[in-house]
């Protein structure tokens, strides 16, 4: 894989309850990031993900579906999840391995309850998130309802970072909070910048206040700046988010239609902006930094597919690895997963996700260093 940021590969893992959009964002994820031309649909069984017989069936997401693709000058590997709870041990493996989570909910109050275990277990172990409020398209509750509602739920303050600008019922854009820029969705492209309409100006300072008010419960600097009515520029504002994000301490909250591809390169900016590098990743998994340049890999789902086998897909912390490499004891065939397809892979270095192949001893979960297995499953 190529790199031109000179940083590792980062990785974004989308969750959230059952049917609420989750494989529709990839398919936007890609398509904003111009990796398809045209994005697919689940319902018509054209999406990358859920190629499987079942998953086409069944009209829901099977397994993790693995894509890779860049945004701007940066790498990603992104893993949709099933959102059916039978499968949540899929998700908890994978989030396991994320720099981070994006929880995506439908804006619909009463589902919020359902993602009460998946905001604990986000935070038991400090996974970095954000939540994209999904289906704006068809929203008709509140976001303020949808946000008390989601708010019930999570131990972290949850930060509002736009608000919805409605036309006849309908959500045509939205104002961003730390710029207090204005935007028109457009269907399949991005958002035009425009005058904030007068309509949204009461809501966007209300919610604009909630949300430095939050950023200064963290920051005794920020609250005595605001007690003197002095508001830091966007700049700094948005350092700070950054901050909090990445240690877990507040959850920002994006608004979109994933089925429509708004709100997607807003959310993408966000990950390129608020992710962390994988090392913070590593280190949640004890696979940070160990001495020399050995490899170190934790094993985040196993496939079984008819052509190739046994497939462990891995991320990399530490180290290369190379086609045919030993790996607890046999060589590892090296591949790349995107979508239904696997490629062949000839190296692959810290931050990449790949697909190790035929290496029968290693299970979900494993952590591997120095081609040797050194831990069972972190997750029960
Ligand atoms: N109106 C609208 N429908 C959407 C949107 N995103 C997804 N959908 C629809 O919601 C249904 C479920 O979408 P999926 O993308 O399969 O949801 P998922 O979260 O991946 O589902 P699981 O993986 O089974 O949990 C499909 O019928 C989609 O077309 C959206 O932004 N607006
Ligand atoms: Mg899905």
């Known amino acids: 894989m190529t790199e031109t940021r000179g940083a590792p590969p980062r990785c974004a893992v989308l969750v959230g309850a059952y049917g609420s959009g989750k494989t529709t964002l990839l398919e936007a994820m890609l398509h904003t990031a111009g990796a398809i031309q045209r994005p697919g649909s689940v319902d018509r069984g054209t999406a990358l993900g859920d190629t499987s017989r079942e998953a086409r069936e069944r009209h829901m997401s099977v397994e993790p579906n693995f894509a890779?693709?860049?945004f701007l000058d940066d790498s990603w590997a992104v893993i949709d999840c099933p959102g059916t709870v039978e499968l949540a041990y899929d998700s908890r493996c994978a989030l396991m391995a994320a720099d981070m989570a994006?929880?995506?909910?439908?804006?619909?109050?009463?589902?919020?309850?359902t993602l009460a275990p998946l905001f604990k277990f986000l935070d038991d172990n400090a996974i970095p998130h954000v939540l994209f409020i999904n289906k704006m398209d068809k929203a008709g509750a509140s976001v303020r309802e949808v946000m008390a509602a989601l708010q019930a739920v999570s131990a972290r303050p949850l930060v509002l970072r736009q608000v919805p600008i409605r036309e006849n019922e309908r959500v045509t854009g939205y104002v961003d909070l730390v710029s207090e820029r204005a935007y028109r969705y457009r269907?399949?492209?991005p958002s035009d910048l425009v005058q904030m309409p007068e309509t949204v100006a009461e809501r966007e300072s209300e919610a604009r206040e909630a949300m430095l008010e939050s950023l200064a419960d963290l920051d005794d600097s920020l609250l005595s700046q605001l007690l003197d009515d002095v508001v830091p520029p966007p700049d700094e504002l948005y350092s700070r988010l950054t901050e909090d994000v990445q240690r877990d301490l507040v959850v920002p909250v994006l608004l979109g239609s994933a089925a429509s591809d708004n709100g997607v390169t807003r959310l993408w900016k966000a990950l390129r902006h608020e992710?962390?590098?994988?090392?913070?990743?590593a280190e949640r998994l004890g696979a940070a930094a160990a001495a020399g340049e050995s490899l170190i890999t934790s094993v985040v789902k196993t496939l079984h597919q008819p052509q190739a086998?046994?497939?462990s897909i891995a991320r990399i912390w530490q180290g290369a690895v190379k086609d045919g490499a030993q790996i607890a004891g046999q060589r590892a065939g090296l591949y790349r997963i995107h979508g239904g397809e696997l490629s062949k892979l000839s190296s692959a270095a810290a931050g990449d996700l790949v697909a190790l192949g035929r290496v029968e001893p290693l299970q979900t979960g494993d952590l591997i260093a120095g081609g040797q297995r050194v831990a069972e499953p972190a997750v029960a």
């Open 275 to 281: 992710t962390p590098e994988p090392e913070a990743a």
């Open 309 to 311: 086998g046994k497939l």
């Open 68 to 70: 890779h693709t860049r």
């Open 187 to 189: 269907e399949g492209a």
């Open 102 to 113: 994006v929880v995506v909910a439908e804006p619909d109050p009463a589902k919020a309850i």
